[in-house]
């Protein structure tokens, strides 16, 4: 080994300390923020009884499947009981679906909806478009709860509380968001290809599903993964207009499960097992899709 | 731009499931809102015109001006931890590394639900068998009821959602970083300036536009917390944690007091159009010394 001076070996001096410490610094931040999902699966792993003697373990305590077999149904009362489950029932499957059937509606129409007005907004020539976007764009101005209290009261004139009609259609023909994203992409595509196809006599409706949409098929995707986890978390709205059992969703019923939980013994692994249930499905896109979704929240953000 | 033939009536029929979405739930219903304010609709009766008196009753209502202090200190104690965490990652993986993993693992809990990153962290500070506590307790510390009392339940809604939220703004303000010329960072390097100088005098004051852009996003945002609260603390202990958006939530769906909670959402909106505009303002949002 080459040794310096100073008696020290070369590759010891070489180390800039700067850099070492920056590492520590954000891999522990990286810790920090990946912990909680780890701490997920161990509470959810264990067993109820055995929890409160090992509060400080990294390990499951008593490791047993049985909150998910509770949270799935997959268990009988007295068994969940036994196990120091509340007896506070989630119909997890139930949920499950209107989670799913709703953000999957959502995502559909707000996609396909968005994409056309983004059309009309970034290829099509005509008086006052700036106008018009400019006043789509105040939309995202507007915070939640202002336009709830109204849309509340529609839904309840129409007969729509507790039905999935309710929970999808404000979300359903455009959010203001989607309609910029996709605009500011179909801005940069060159009008030649579009030329093109119009010399050959092709019109409008034909000129967006034939050739801009097959063009814009990466943004697009991204939107989708967009719309459909942020449909997934969605929680104020179906919480105001889908409290009924039939068309409750996941995160409402996470809410309400967590109430139904007396304060004394509240069933910390079942909570943990539906919870992390219900973070999968995101969680597995995540990995799927991970650079896609960075890289987009880069771009929005800063555009 | 020259408008062609024809391509207004085909805009139309592109515009039009948007546009009749935007209508009827954005448009109408925001106008609808401001009307009601001046209400006194109950959901359950006709309204009654009754002027300002909503607002009046704002102003001598405690529990309203509470429930702005409350969010005042929430979103003071949100951002400010926030930014500066947010700050510090983005230097970080601008100056060490620009790898997707990192900058993935970094922003997923932002797109975990709200609810979700609630009942982790509800778990994980408990008084009796949290995580956190077990820790407190292990270098020394008395246990921490964390939601549970009024000291510490703001500031610990708050931090729970800066972990949400962290990276995301992180992401934001590292996309502005790569946007710095490296040929003034390779130009310190060659005149042999520490990190804490170049931090000083050449990334912050580069940085500024973005890190006002992101501001205006992070506090308006964060002026509408609301899901964390409805799981965790449900506006306690006392009213601890009733933050406007809360309160606003109860006002109309729970007391169906409509007129009343309508006024105070065009109280809010004011307020965050005025904070969006001071901050602009404040932080020169549109020059940037680069150029």
Known sequence: MTLARNGKPLWWQRIRWQKVLGWVVLGLLVLITLFPFYWMLRISLSDNRALAANAGSML??????????????????DEARKQGGSGASIDFWRYLWNSVLTSAVITAGQVLF????????ARLRWRGREAVFFVFLTALMIPPIFTALPNFVLMRDLNLLNTYAAIILPFFFMTPF?????????????????????????????????????MSRAPLM??????????????FWPLLVGQGENVRVLTVALGVFRS???????????????????????????????????????????? | MIARRGEGRVALLFLLPAGFGFVLFYAW????TFYLSFTDYSLLATPNWVG???????????????????TGEYVLINISVQTVVALLIAVLMHRLTKSSVVRGALLLPYLIANVVVALVWYTMLDA???????????????PVAFFGETSTAIPTIALVNVWRHMGYTALLIFAGLQAIPTSVYEAAAIDGASEARVFRTITMPLLRPVLAMVLVLTVIGSFQIFDTVAVTTKGGPVDATRVIYFYIYEKAFQQFDFGYAAALCVVLFLILVGVALAQLKLLRAGSSDLD
């Open chain 1, 60 to 77: 499951p305590a008593d490791f047993t499947l049985g909150a998910f077999e509770r949270v799935l149904g997959l268990s009988s009362l």
């Open chain 1, 178 to 214: 989607a309609v910029f994203f996709m605009r500011q992409f179909m801005l940069g595509i060159s009008r030649e290809v579009e030329e093109a196809a119009r010399i050959d006599g092709a019109g409008h409706p034909r000129i967006f599903f034939r050739i801009i949409l097959p």
């Open chain 2, 52 to 70: 300002a008196q909503n607002y009046a009753d704002a102003m001598s209502d405690r529990k309203f001006w509470n429930a702005l202090l409350v």
């Open chain 2, 128 to 142: 009796q068998l949290g995580i956190v506590n077990a820790m407190l307790t292990w270098v020394g510390i008395d």
């Open chain 1, 222 to 235: 991204t939107l989708t993964l967009l719309a459909y986890i942020t449909a997934w978390n969605e929680y």
């Open chain 1, 114 to 121: 968005s994409a056309m007005a983004a059309y009309a907004f």
């Open chain 1, 260 to 303: 139904q939980t007396p304060q004394g013994s509240p069933d910390w692994a079942g909570l943990m097992a539906a919870t992390l249930l219900a973070a999968l499905p995101v969680i597995a896109l995540f990995v799927a899709f991970g650079r896609r979704i960075v890289d987009s929240i880069q771009f929005s953000g800063i555009k």
């Open chain 2, 29 to 32: 219903p925001a106008l609808q």
